[in-house]
T-cell receptor
Framework: DAKTTQPPSMDCAEGRAANLPCNHS???????VYWYRQIHSQGPQYIIH???NNETNEMASLIITEDRKSSTLILPHATLRDTAVYYC??????????????FGTGTRLLVSP | EAQVTQNPRYLITVTGKKLTVTCSQN?????MSWYRQDPGLGLRQIYY???????DKGDVPEGYKVSRKEKRNFPLILESPSPNQTSLYFC???????????FGPGTRLLVL
C-alpha cells in the first residue's frame, strides 16, 4: 500500500471549511484513497473514499488531483465536534483479500469557536 | 442500531492473569479484526478473521490469541498479560464487498 504524508496539525474556525491535504505520490492505479477520523480515543470512524473522481457524502467531500498524487478532504462547515485526528489511507480495494487498514500519524484538526 | 461493542471498556490487571476482551457486531459482517493503538505508533493490527473459524495473524500477534466460533463474536485473549500489552484496543468489522470498516469504542487495558 502506498505511503501517505499529512500535516501533523491544522486549525479551523467553527463554521468555516476545513481543507485537509494528503500527499500520496506513490499511489498505484488500483489503490483507493480512504479517510477516517478518530475523536479523542474513540474508535476510528469512516468518512469517505474514492479512486479518481471527486466524491461527496453527508460528512465531507474528497477532491483527488488528476494525477492522483494528492487529495484534499473538505469539511464544508466545520463544527467543534469535528475536532479529531484525520487519517488519510491509501490501499488496494478489498477484493484483493487483505483487509488491513494502515493508519499513519494523521492530521490533528482543532476547530475553535 | 448497527454497531460493534467491546467489553470491558476499561480494565486494570496484573501480569500473568489471563483475560479476555469480547467483541461483538450486529451487522452480519464476515470480516473482523483487532487493533492496538499506542502513542507514536498508530493503530497496528493484531489478528483478523475473514469468517467463522478462519483467523490469521496481523502485524503484532505475539502474546495474543483469538477465536471465531460465531460470526458475530471475535474475542481477544491474553493468556499471560505483560506490561508491554498496556494499550488501547479496538475491534473492527466489515462486510464482504463493502468498503467501510466499523470500529468499536475501544478497551483501555493497563497491565501492572
Amino acid at each position: 500500500d502506498a505511503k501517505t504524508t499529512q500535516p501533523p496539525s491544522m486549525d479551523c474556525a467553527e463554521g468555516r471549511a476545513a481543507n485537509l491535504p494528503c500527499n500520496h505520490s506513490t499511489i498505484s492505479g488500483n489503490e483507493y484513497v480512504y479517510w477516517y477520523r478518530q475523536i479523542h480515543s474513540q474508535g476510528p470512524q469512516y468518512i469517505i473514499h474514492g479512486l479518481k473522481n471527486n466524491e461527496t457524502n453527508e460528512m465531507a467531500s474528497l477532491i483527488i488531483t488528476e494525477d492522483r498524487k494528492s487529495s484534499t478532504l473538505i469539511l464544508p462547515h466545520a463544527t467543534l465536534r469535528d475536532t479529531a485526528v484525520y487519517y488519510c489511507i491509501v490501499r488496494s480495494p478489498m477484493n484483493t483479500g487483505f483487509q488491513k487498514l494502515v493508519f499513519g500519524t494523521g492530521t490533528r484538526l482543532l476547530v475553535s469557536p | 442500531e448497527a454497531q460493534v461493542t467491546q467489553n470491558p471498556r476499561y480494565l486494570i490487571t496484573v501480569t500473568g492473569k489471563k483475560l479476555t476482551v469480547t467483541c461483538s457486531q450486529n451487522m452480519n459482517h464476515e470480516y473482523m479484526s483487532w487493533y492496538r493503538q499506542d502513542p507514536g505508533l498508530g493503530l497496528r493490527q493484531i489478528y483478523y478473521s475473514m469468517n467463522v473459524e478462519v483467523t490469521d495473524k496481523g502485524d503484532v500477534p505475539e502474546g495474543y490469541k483469538v477465536s471465531r466460533k460465531e460470526k458475530r463474536n471475535f474475542p481477544l485473549i491474553l493468556e499471560s498479560p505483560s506490561p508491554n500489552q498496556t494499550s488501547l484496543y479496538f475491534c473492527a468489522s466489515k462486510g464482504t464487498g463493502r468498503e467501510t470498516q466499523y470500529f468499536g469504542p475501544g478497551t483501555r487495558l493497563l497491565v501492572l
